[in-house]
């Protein structure tokens, strides 16, 4: 499949590839190094649906896991981050942001406590595992740092509870949300989680050995033929209007947590980690802009490759940096950075897209109604 991609071993192939090919799979992107599928057979429009009403099977094994382990692991796990983990316990899922010296942020995963002195961060976008292991080694701490073989597989959208339990037992329905537990599958002990990047609930099972991934995609593409599934993959409206960011486009180093919407996550309190100063700094100044969304009319827009300015009157206040038709609002929706002064819910705004046009809309609070 050509998709403008040159495929090499460069771009890493998951264990699920195969069967996401044999699915239909109509083009990949690609995340930390690895083949994420984008699209199948119908339209993103018809996806999101489908989402939002039945339930669906992910190839998201491009999430990869760094794995903290050792005396000092949960030591370097806080110096990484302005969440105290402090009080979290074995079998909870915490969203962590990971920040460097300046607050930027560096990537934003979802920390697994798998012991007292074992952690993994399962990571958006970027080269965590590099940062982790330059960190470890520059303090001389006690910690190994690796990337195991473990490659998610997501199913999401309102039956996937119903399926997994069928498939692997009523204890599934006890797992609380960003809790993860354990399930048997071909002989092997997995861990499974309730998460996803989706606002429909689901679960993402964490396969620990990648020569097991056909076989786990076929166990459970057969049981949920009675659940209406479908090959999938995060969907863009979806994304948006639940207010689900994406780091590359909404977050870089050149944003912060507080600019996000995610002080909650940046408790005082927590241990001393990189950028608090910096952290602590920009809280008592007071951020200059903060997440919003943004509705905005004109007709179903061009897909988002770079940001659209958001303007009132002849000044820039954002940029649009996701965007998408949403079937359900039938109104454009997206994700923008909003200065201070205009980011009120029903500030009136313009977008400028890149098929020329100036779109009227105005500001959202996230997620979208």
């Given at each position: 499949m050509a998709d403008g991609l040159n495929f090499s071993r460069r771009l890493r192939?998951?264990?699920?590839?195969?069967?996401?090919?044999?699915?239909?799979?109509?083009?990949?992107?690609?995340?930390?190094?690895?083949?994420?599928?984008?699209?199948?057979?119908?339209?993103?429009?018809?996806?999101?649906?489908?989402?939002?009403?039945?339930?669906?099977?992910?190839?998201?094994?491009?999430?990869?896991?760094?794995?903290?382990?050792?005396?000092?692991?949960?030591?370097?796990?806080?110096?990484?981050?302005?969440?105290?983990i402090s009080h979290a316990r074995v079998g909870d899922c915490l969203y962590v942001?990971?920040?460097?010296?300046?607050?930027?942020?560096?990537?934003?995963?979802?920390?697994?406590?798998?012991?007292?002195?074992?952690?993994?961060?399962?990571?958006?976008?970027?080269?965590?595992?590099?940062?982790?292991?330059?960190?470890?080694?520059?303090?001389?701490?006690?910690?190994?740092?690796?990337?195991?073989?473990?490659?998610?597989?997501?199913?999401?959208?309102?039956?996937?509870?119903?399926?997994?339990?069928?498939?692997?037992?009523?204890?599934?329905?006890?797992?609380?949300?960003?809790?993860?537990?354990?399930?048997?599958?071909?002989?092997?002990?997995?861990?499974?989680?309730?998460?996803?990047?989706?606002?429909?609930?689901?679960?993402?099972?964490?396969?620990?050995?990648?020569?097991?991934?056909?076989?786990?995609?076929?166990?459970?593409?057969?049981?949920?033929?009675?659940?209406?599934?479908?090959?999938?993959?995060?969907?863009?409206?979806?994304?948006?209007?639940?207010?689900?960011?994406?780091?590359?486009?909404?977050?870089?180093?050149?944003?912060?947590?507080?600019?996000?919407?995610?002080?909650?996550?940046?408790?005082?309190?927590?241990?001393?980690?990189?950028?608090?100063?910096?952290?602590?700094?920009?809280?008592?100044?007071?951020?200059?802009?903060?997440?919003?969304?943004?509705?905005?009319?004109?007709?179903?827009?061009?897909?988002?490759?770079?940001?659209?300015?958001?303007?009132?009157?002849?000044?820039?206040?954002?940029?649009?940096?996701?965007?998408?038709?949403?079937?359900?609002?039938?109104?454009?929706?997206?994700?923008?950075?909003?200065?201070?002064?205009?980011?009120?819910?029903?500030?009136?705004?313009?977008?400028?897209?890149?098929?020329?046009?100036?779109?009227?809309?105005?500001?959202?609070?996230?997620?979208?109604?």
């Amino acid at each position: 499949m050509a998709d403008g991609l040159n495929f090499s071993r460069r771009l890493r192939r998951t264990p699920y590839t195969d069967r996401a090919e044999a699915a239909g799979v109509r083009g990949f992107s690609v995340v930390n190094h690895m083949l994420l599928p984008k699209a199948y057979a119908g339209s993103v429009e018809e996806d999101y649906w489908h989402l939002r009403d039945h339930v669906q099977i992910w190839d998201v094994a491009c999430q990869r896991q760094v794995e903290i382990a050792g005396p000092d692991a949960a030591r370097l796990v806080q110096w990484m981050t302005p969440r105290d983990i402090s009080h979290a316990r074995v079998g909870d899922c915490l969203y962590v942001p990971v920040t460097d010296e300046r607050a930027g942020m560096i990537n934003d995963p979802v920390l697994l406590k798998l012991a007292e002195d074992r952690f993994w961060l399962s990571i958006a976008d970027s080269d965590l595992l590099l940062y982790a292991k330059g960190l470890a080694l520059g303090a001389r701490l006690a910690v190994e740092v690796s990337e195991p073989d473990v490659s998610p597989l997501a199913v999401q959208g309102p039956k996937a509870e119903a399926l997994l339990a069928g498939l692997f037992g009523d204890h599934v329905r006890g797992i609380g949300f960003f809790k993860f537990g354990w399930i048997d599958f071909d002989g092997t002990r997995q861990l499974i989680a309730r998460s996803g990047y989706s606002r429909q609930g689901g679960f993402e099972i964490y396969l620990q050995g990648g020569h097991l991934g056909g076989a786990l995609w076929d166990a459970v593409w057969e049981a949920g033929q009675a659940h209406d599934i479908a090959p999938g993959c995060p969907n863009l409206i979806e994304r948006i209007e639940g207010g689900l960011l994406s780091y590359g486009n909404e977050m870089t180093r050149e944003t912060t947590p507080l600019e996000l919407g995610l002080g909650r996550f940046c408790l005082p309190g927590a241990a001393d980690y990189l950028g608090r100063a910096a952290l602590d700094r920009i809280a008592a100044e007071g951020v200059a802009r903060e997440i919003r969304g943004v509705l905005f009319d004109g007709g179903p827009c061009p897909a988002c490759a770079a940001p659209w300015p958001v303007r009132v009157g002849d000044r820039q206040v954002g940029q649009v940096t996701s965007a998408a038709w949403s079937p359900r609002l039938k109104r454009n929706v997206g994700l923008s950075l909003i200065d201070r002064g205009f980011w009120e819910a029903g500030q009136l705004v313009s977008v400028h897209s890149v098929d020329g046009l100036t779109r009227g809309g105005e500001v959202s609070a996230l997620p979208f109604a």
